[in-house]
């Protein structure tokens, strides 16, 4: 598939990306985690741009944030400060775990971006009175932007870019679900060098390319593997070589309840409601991460319908080192595996991996296991 | 039918020849630079000394951590998996192996038929590893070898409180400086290499029987730090570390080629 390799140049240089979209006519707003409503950032002319970071070595940063906040924070507190994040016009920090929080502090006081905003999310996102406050927060953020593009967004623009966002998330969970029906139709890497590259591309190009997967991988011959079905659960992911180490190891991915992966694009927007109280309620409805609440065993709940759904044999847990909200979830999350039967085991990383000797011996004896 | 396994580890590379579920020979040299020089080296050896060659292999495993570089190997398999099928086939009544290697850790938990059932594994740390101990045998001007009997003899443990291999090491100079007597810090580093490791056993609630395989078995002071940590006796064989490249032999003859 052709389109793919259109997704891992926009990974592999973002910055080159960002720059020809600016050239096209639209700037850039950076933003790290996907509680960031694309559609208002899109709708008022921006270009939304989730930022990764690019894995330099620590050493600005080091003034700043410890070494025991999670090396995504590090990593890209670091590309900031060495001004490789300068395409940026803006930045939008959604109220989600500490490391985050402190970051956007920190990004603010050494403001290097015109545009700053920190959307204070609920930390319950389904109830009545959060939606409400939802849709508050982000008729604010509309605002904001419109004072920064100083043009008015109308619920067209609004309409519009729901409408794009939601083709993106459609075509992704076709190939998603393509990808569990026949594991190893798509390599691993590639799976999510297309989430990825679909929340740093330019929306429309993502869309239209991933019409192109979808429609490829329609008429591909699914391969007969015997692979050990995993679901891939945790934060970021953002090392490819894993997804390597998982296949060589026996694994196919069937599913994941990732930020990286399917968390970012789970659920749509209704298209018929209100624009913002859609938004809103979209996040209500997706699958939560650790650092918002949605019930006591929601999250358990979900990782073992996946499992169910996805015919999985085991669950393979990426934990970001030094993330707490994962690591607080953790063991009640594999209690409720355990309790139903289903195998799991939870691997410690780092976004800056290079070392995969460990990762291999312990994947390799997991799928063994299963 | 004669099955091979090689064991390829960070400090030395091990081999095992077995014969109809009968252990034929085994054999343990330094690894050095080259994986697969090791590998060749370590095979042709035994074969040599088994009065074998090549042709009478039915098939051969590699494990460790120069697994892959094995291309003459039939298939390569963890070495988690190797110790599992090496402890069962020496004593099938174990249920949790601690292996202390060169350069890793691992807890292993088995079933009855000495498959891996849960396990854990340090980090990219050195801590509680074959490596930290050579490191503070060499600033302790002693013997690697000769460290679990000097060990043994101490009457007031020192403690070690750092985790990491480079501090603890600049916390037993102090202790030398001081001239706390040698058994005594060696007793401290063996404490503070087995609580590292007991973390791992208590992470998988290790059963007994257990087995302690590995290079660093060899080393009895640790071993008594270890029982002392996990409140129970090891199993401890004259070829604890041989087990994982007989496991490796084992796994060889299930192997469907």
Redesign the interface.
């Known amino acids: 598939m052709k389109e793919i390799d259109r997704f891992h140049a926009a990974v592999n240089d973002s910055r080159a990306t960002a720059l020809n979209i600016h050239r096209a006519g639209r700037k850039t707003i950076g933003y790290l985690c996907s509680y960031a409503p694309e559609e208002i950032i899109h709708a008022a002319g921006f270009h939304p741009m989730r930022l990764f970071s690019s894995k330099h070595e620590i050493i600005l940063a080091e003034n700043h944030l410890q070494s025991y906040c999670c090396s995504l924070v590090r990593g890209i507190l670091e590309d900031s400060l060495a001004g490789r994040l300068d395409f940026l016009d803006g930045t939008v920090f959604p109220h989600t775990c500490d490391s985050m929080q402190r970051l956007s502090d920190i990004w603010r006081m050494n403001g290097k971006y015109r545009f700053f905003v920190d959307l204070v999310l609920p930390a319950k996102l389904n109830t009545k009175s959060a939606a409400i406050y939802m849709e508050k927060v982000l008729a604010r953020f509309k605002e904001d932007l419109e004072a920064a593009s100083g043009k008015k967004i109308t619920d067209t623009d609004l309409s519009d870019a729901i409408v794009l966002c939601n083709r993106i998330r459609k075509h992704l969970f076709f190939v998603y679900e393509w990808n569990f029906r026949h594991p190893g139709v798509i390599r691993g890497a590639d799976l999510y060098a297309l989430v990825k590259g679909a929340m740093i591309m330019d929306k429309k190009e993502a869309a239209d390319l991933l019409a192109g997967v979808v429609s490829s991988l329609e008429q591909s011959a699914p391969p007969a593997g015997k692979a050990k079905r995993l679901i891939l659960s945790g934060s970021v992911c953002d090392t490819p070589d894993i997804f390597d180490a998982v296949e060589k190891a026996g694994g196919a991915i069937v599913g994941d309840d990732l930020c990286t992966g399917r968390r970012w694009f789970d659920g749509l927007v209704a298209e018929d409601a209100p624009p913002l109280s859609g938004i809103a309620q979209r996040y209500g409805n997706r699958m939560t991460c650790p650092a918002k609440h949605a019930g006591l065993t929601a999250r358990a709940d979900t990782l073992v319908s996946l499992v169910r759904e996805h015919k999985a044999d085991g669950v393979a847990f990426l934990l970001l080192k030094f993330c707490d909200p994962h690591a607080f979830d953790y063991p009640y999350l594999k209690q409720a595996l355990d309790k139903q039967g289903i195998k799991s085991m939870a691997f ?1 990383m780092d976004d800056q991996q290079s ?1 995969h ?2 990762f291999s ?2 994947m ?2 997991f799928i ?2 299963l | 039918m004669i099955y091979a396994g090689i064991d390829i580890g960070s400090i030395t590379a091990k081999a095992a020849l077995i014969k109809d579920d009968h252990l034929l020979d085994t054999i343990v040299i330094p690894t050095g630079y080259h994986h697969l020089n090791a590998g060749i080296r370590v095979f042709d050896t035994l074969l040599q000394q088994a009065g074998l060659d090549r042709q009478d292999i039915s098939a051969v495993v590699s494990t460790g ?1 120069g697994r892959a570089s094995i291309d003459f190997a039939d298939k390569a ?5 190797c110790h599992g099928a090496g402890a069962h086939f020496l004593h099938p009544g174990i249920r949790g192996i601690i292996d202390v290697g060169g350069q ?1 850790s691992k807890a292993v938990l088995l079933d009855d038929q000495g ?5 854990a ?1 340090n ?2 740390c050195a801590a509680g590893t074959g490596r930290f101990l050579e490191v503070m045998a060499r600033a302790l001007e002693v013997e690697l070898d000769q460290m679990g009997k000097v060990g043994l003899q101490a009457d007031n443990p020192s403690k070690i409180s750092s985790i990491c291999t480079v501090f603890a090491e600049s916390e037993v100079i102090s202790m030398i400086a001081r001239q706390e007597k040698r058994e005594n810090i060696i007793a401290g580093i063996h404490d503070a290499a087995a609580a590292r490791v007991a973390i791992l056993a208590a992470k998988i609630r290790i059963r007994g029987p257990i087995m302690m395989t590995g290079g660093v078995a060899k080393n009895s002071g640790m071993a008594a730090a270890l029982e002392e940590r996990l409140k129970m006796p090891l199993v401890i064989g004259s070829l604890s570390q041989e087990t994982g490249a007989i496991g490796a032999a084992v796994l060889a003859s299930g192997l469907q080629l």
């Open positions: 410690e070392s000797g460990q011996t312990r390799e004896t063994h296991m | 951590y398999m963890t070495e988690i998996l890793d498959r891996v059932e849960n396990f594994m980090d990219k």
